[in-house]
C-alpha cells in the first residue's frame, strides 16, 4: 500500500468523478485508474464502484475513508515536525545542568529561547558532570552544563562562568557564624567528599588547593549524592564542599540545618561550561544562539 494510492483514493471519494479526481491531482485518468485498482489489490476488496452513470463507494470504502484521511493526515503532520526540527524550529531538546547553570543560567536561556522559538520543548536533568558527560556520549543529552572543559576531539564548550566552592558545616560546627576561614585550617577538619567520577573538575579543583595551602585532607567519607553531603554535615562535625549558589541554599525552609562559609587562600574556582556534539544540530544551535560566551 502506497501513500500516493490513498491520496488518489481521497480524491475520488471526495469528487466522485475520475474526471475531476484526476485534474485535482494533476494526474491522467488511467493513472489515477491504476492507483486505485492497486489500492484495492493490497486491502483486498472493492473501495469505489462505478459504471456508466455514478461513482460511488463501497460499504467497504467508507469504511476505508476516516482511517485513509488520518494516515495521509498523520504522514503530513509527520513531514511538518521533521522539517521543523531540521530548522531548529521545534522539536524536543534534551538539557544537562547542575545547580549553579540551574540558577544562574538557565533562567534567562529558556527565557531566551521560548520567545525566540515558541515549538520547541525542553527536557531538563539535573545530575552531576561525570553522568551527564556520559549521557551526552550516549545520546541521551543534546547539551550538558557542566565544571570543566573536556578533553575531546568530539565535543565542543562554551565557557560561560566562574563559579567559588564554599564549605559547607553543621550549625554546630565551630566554623558556624564566621563569614571565611583560610582553605589551610581544613588541615584539622575532616571532610566529605565524593568519587572522582562524579566531577573529575570539582574534585581537582579542591585537591589542587589542598595541595596550594601545604595541607593533605582527611576524608572520613565520600557520598555522591549533594543532598546526602548536607545531611552528613548537619549531623556530623564533618566539612563539605558546595558551590557558592548550592551554599546559599543551605539554611532554606525544608533543608538539612547547614551553613556555607567562603574559603580563601586560595579561593577554590571551577569553570562552568556548556558542551555538546560535534555536528549539525539546529535545535542545539537555537539553544547556544540564548547563552552568553564563545564556542571553543
Known amino acids: 500500500m502506497e501513500l500516493r494510492h490513498l491520496v488518489s483514493f481521497l480524491a475520488i471519494a471526495e469528487e466522485l468523478h475520475f474526471g475531476r479526481a484526476a485534474a485535482s491531482l494533476h494526474l491522467a485518468q488511467p493513472s489515477l485508474s491504476q492507483h486505485l485498482r492497486r489500492l484495492e489489490r493490497a486491502v483486498g476488496v472493492e473501495l469505489v464502484?462505478?459504471?456508466?452513470?455514478?461513482?460511488?463507494l463501497t460499504p467497504a470504502g467508507e469504511a476505508f475513508l476516516d482511517l485513509a484521511r488520518d494516515i495521509v493526515a498523520r504522514v503530513d503532520?509527520?513531514?511538518?515536525?521533521?522539517?521543523a526540527a531540521a530548522t531548529g524550529s521545534a522539536g524536543t531538546l534534551r538539557i544537562g545542568y547542575?545547580?549553579?547553570?540551574?540558577?544562574?543560567?538557565?533562567?534567562?536561556?529558556?527565557?531566551?529561547?521560548?520567545?525566540?522559538?515558541p515549538a520547541v520543548d525542553v527536557e531538563m536533568f539535573e545530575m552531576r558532570t561525570g553522568p551527564q558527560l556520559a549521557a551526552l556520549a550516549d545520546g541521551k543529552l543534546d547539551v550538558a552544563m557542566v565544571y570543566?572543559?573536556?578533553n575531546s576531539t568530539t565535543l565542543r564548550s562554551r565557557r560561560l562562568l566562574r563559579v567559588p566552592l564554599v564549605a559547607i558545616v553543621g550549625e554546630k560546627h565551630r566554623w558556624a557564624g564566621r563569614q571565611r576561614v583560610p582553605f589551610g585550617e581544613?588541615?584539622?577538619?575532616?571532610?566529605?567528599?565524593?568519587?572522582?567520577?562524579?566531577?573529575?573538575?570539582?574534585?581537582?579543583t579542591i585537591l589542587s588547593a589542598a595541595q596550594s595551602s601545604g595541607i593533605?585532607?582527611?576524608?572520613?567519607?565520600e557520598v555522591d549524592d549533594p543532598g546526602a553531603t548536607a545531611i552528613l554535615t548537619a549531623i556530623k562535625p564533618v566539612v563539605g564542599f558546595a558551590s557558592a549558589a548550592r551554599g546559599a541554599f543551605?539554611?532554606?525552609?525544608?533543608?538539612?540545618?547547614?551553613?556555607?562559609?567562603?574559603?580563601?587562600?586560595?579561593v577554590p574556582m571551577l569553570d562552568l561550561y556548556a558542551v555538546w556534539a560535534d555536528g549539525q544540530n539546529p535545535l542545539v544551535d537555537a539553544f547556544l544562539?540564548?547563552?552568553p560566551g564563545t564556542p571553543t
Open 49 to 56: 464502484a462505478r459504471n456508466s452513470h455514478e461513482v460511488r
Open 77 to 83: 503532520q509527520a513531514g511538518k515536525a521533521a522539517r
Open 98 to 117: 547542575n545547580f549553579p547553570a540551574g540558577q544562574r543560567v538557565l533562567p534567562g536561556a529558556l527565557t531566551a529561547l521560548d520567545s525566540r522559538r
Open 148 to 150: 570543566g572543559r573536556p
Open 186 to 204: 581544613l588541615a584539622d577538619e575532616s571532610c566529605v567528599l565524593f568519587n572522582r567520577a562524579q566531577s573529575a573538575a570539582m574534585y581537582d
Open 216 to 221: 593533605q585532607l582527611t576524608i572520613a567519607d
Open 250 to 266: 543551605g539554611g532554606s525552609p525544608g533543608s538539612p540545618r547547614t551553613t556555607s562559609v567562603a574559603l580563601y587562600d586560595p
Open 289 to 291: 544562539a540564548c547563552l
